[in-house]
């Protein structure tokens, strides 16, 4: 009889919840001390690829979530740029097919966002002091974690190579989050996005999931970097929704008949749009420094294979299209509204002209 999977499933339920996180702050109200290495990187890799500034955790404790019946482990992660990441964690003994029901289940769920938001709302009551400019209206993004204990035989421990040419298809419907069996060209195109350091881990990435194959300890960094890239990708979509609104804003006021004040008024709104893209260039410094990579590494390739398949880079290629046309309105903008004042100061200077030699032609008279 085959023996039962064990290992874990995370849901990563991220929100943006406000402009930037004051750390120490947070720290002083949980009465937690700041990790000065993290995640605990477990390949070769040289002091400096590190957090820059570690994200504040906050254990949650083992809760039962109501919908679904389960107990599970969560913990809150708050990093620096604004975004607050709700784990809920549990763990698994299953066979393939209960396993690929089970991760189905979460993926499709609709209870975990809302319950997740309503865990952060509380824990917001206790930390919310030391949040700036707490948003409004949040935006949120789920991912999904399934990791799978290495497998024991009676020939040893299946390796890599042998997981994915026997279990390949099942892995494939957990990363898709299906149910029914996928195509084999589906299947290969899943497959496409897998990673391996060792004979015996695997990583296989997708949009929505990714399923590790290592100890739940060994694959730590790696879940870390995941969440990582999604804070990532959250920022740059909230910033995508900004530009949209802002961009369809100020071409309705442009397609306006520009009356004078009207033109005098395009330098504030200008200096608005240029306030947005400052903002966004400030965020990406500090997303793209908060982590440290050595370009050759392992885990600097593995980020970059999950920023491409969970769509960060497409939505930082969608902002600095944005971006670039932002630039070219602020340009436009500014140089009517110093047409508006050159025209406005010619006309001034006439009419004081035409007054004087009026003051002029009296005087003589």
Do not use: C
């Amino acid at each position: 009889m085959e023996e039962p999977l064990t290992g874990t499933i995370r849901g990563l339920l991220l929100f943006d919840i406000a402009e930037s996180i004051d750390l120490p702050a947070l720290h002083r109200i949980l009465g937690t001390i700041s990790s000065r290495r993290e995640p605990a990187f477990l390949h070769p890799s040289p002091e400096y690829v590190k957090f820059e500034r570690p994200p504040v955790i906050e254990p949650v404790g083992i809760k039962r979530i109501q919908a679904t019946g389960e107990e599970v482990e969560i913990r809150i992660r708050y990093f620096d740029y604004g975004v607050a990441s709700v784990e809920l964690l549990m763990t698994f003994r299953a066979t393939w097919p209960e396993l690929i029901n089970r991760a189905n289940s979460w993926i499709s769920s609709t209870e975990l966002e809302s319950y997740a938001a309503d865990l952060l709302r509380n824990s917001l009551e206790r930390t919310g002091e030391a949040l700036n400019k707490l948003y409004r209206e949040w935006i949120s993004e789920d991912y999904f974690v399934v990791q799978v204990n290495p497998i024991t035989t009676s020939d040893g421990v299946v390796s890599a190579a042998d997981l994915a040419r026997d279990w390949g298809a099942e892995i494939a419907q957990i990363v898709r989050g299906e149910e029914t069996a996928l195509s084999p060209i589906e299947q290969r195109e899943v497959l496409k996005s897998t990673m391996s350091y060792y004979p015996y881990d695997l990583l296989v990435l997708g949009w929505v999931a990714a399923f590790i194959y290592e100890s739940r300890a060994a694959a730590s960094p790696t879940i870390d970097l995941l969440e990582y890239a999604n804070t990532q990708l959250l920022e740059f979509r909230y910033y995508d929704d900004v530009l949209t609104d802002v961009l369809a804003d100020v071409y309705k006021r442009l397609e306006r008949r520009h009356t004078m004040l009207a033109r005098w008024r395009l330098a504030r709104e200008a200096e608005t749009l240029n306030t947005i893209r400052l903002d966004y260039q400030e965020l990406v410094e500090r997303t793209d420094n908060a982590i440290k990579f050595l370009s050759d590494m392992f885990y600097a390739r593995m980020y970059r294979l999950a920023a491409a398949r969970i769509g960060v880079n497409d939505y930082r290629n969608l902002v600095n299209e944005k971006l670039t046309t932002a630039r070219d309105l602020y340009e436009s903008m500014v140089n009517e509204f110093h047409q508006g004042r050159t025209f406005f100061l010619e006309v001034m200077v006439v009419l004081i002209l035409m007054v004087e030699i009026v003051f002029l032609f009296v005087h003589k008279a």
